[in-house]
């Protein structure tokens, strides 16, 4: 099961990503995604230094309609 992006955390000492009600999410750092493979639903997300992988399918289902012209 895919963790929700709210529940990475970055490395120790460094950023991190929690939840929070404010805009942004409470994010120290900056959050990157991409879709690194449509047909196995993984995800990347780079929080600060940190890189974590996800498998998503849901979310890359929806990145990848938001993405069509």
């Known amino acids: 099961m895919a963790a929700p992006i709210w529940a990475l955390r970055a490395a120790e000492g460094g950023a991190t990503a929690t939840r929070s009600d404010e805009p942004g999410g409470g994010l ?3 959050l990157v995604a991409y879709v690194r493979d449509a047909a196995r639903g993984e995800v990347v997300f780079m929080v600060g230094t940190k890189e974590v992988v ?3 399918p849901g979310l890359v289902s929806h990145l990848v309609r938001c ?3």
């Open 28 to 30: 120290s750092a900056p």
């Open 54 to 56: 996800r498998k998503d």
């Open 67 to 69: 993405c069509e012209v």
